[in-house]
């Protein structure tokens, strides 16, 4: 199916491949299940039955649709036959087979330059000290990896179990649409959101503070992860469980962002963690974790660790 002509004909618009938020193969709007600033969140998959918002996770098509269009899902469904016979099943369980690439980061990827550490700098960092304990690096000018431009970007090495597995790229411009960009699917070696960002040398028998983005875990140090954004993927929940059984402690604290679909996917991954036997709490703090000056930060950490648990 062609959904390109099924969201025409309900006079929803949406961007394609060649947007900034976009990916090959999939069409963008708004997602109408989110608050706040709607943005492009909601990718639909323009030849599967799939509605994937990356702050809210997944919703039924025909439900989205029907939502996007303001009417009922039945007539939803039957404008779908129209264009491919048979709507496809909403229950249907699609995979896309990757092809895998070699991994390698983007085209002009260096040491961080000038405009790198500037931009640290202006954030609270010290970029020296990122950059050791990190690898960060960066992009200038040059910086395309298979037709997607990652230019003028600090380049997050995403490493697990040892190994550099993916990326993340953060743009340093504030022009970009687009803040954050992942590796492509098919060069990573393991899907980013189905680990955990988190320090090579983090100790697993501490407590852990589980944030949402990269830039939170080099605010909070080594015993914090990212889970890359608020909708984490059960792939996480099962990695963060069996490290921490592995470590032998099984204190957990979620600190997300304090807007309001961020406390609720952090009450949710509370419960995920809880029911593994994880003895799991929530942190709310006013803002983002990231912009917290690093003396707060610190103190932050130290409360956190200090707490009191159920044991």
Known sequence: MDLTKVLDHLHITYQTEGHKHC??????????????????????????????????????LYKTLSKLAGMPANEVMAICRQYVGVAPSPRADHLITVRRKAFKFPQGTTALQISHRKYLRGRGFIARQLEKEWGLLGTGPLGKLDLIDYRYRIIAPIIWEGKVVSFQ??????????????????????????????????????????????????????????????????????????????????????????DPQAIKQGEKLTAELSFRGMDCRQEIIVGDPGDMNQEQADKLVKDLMRSKWKQ
Do not use: M
């Open 23 to 60: 990916r090959p193969g999939w069409a963008n709007t708004a997602c109408p299940f989110c608050t706040g600033n709607p943005g492009l969140h909601l990718g639909l998959h323009i030849s599967q039955p799939r509605a994937y918002c990356w702050r809210c996770g997944g919703h039924p």
């Open 169 to 258: 790229a953060r743009g340093i411009t504030g022009k970009a649409e687009a803040k954050y960009k992942a590796c492509s699917k098919d060069r990573e070696q393991i899907h980013h959101q189905h680990i955990l960002y988190c320090h090579p040398e983090i100790d697993w028998s501490l407590p852990i503070i589980v944030v949402e983005g990269i830039t939170d875990v080099w605010r909070l140090g080594r015993q914090a992860v990212g889970v890359f954004g608020i909708d984490f993927l059960s792939q996480q929940v099962r990695a963060l469980s069996k490290k921490k059984k592995q470590g032998g402690d099984d204190r957990v604290v979620i600190l997300f962002d304090d």
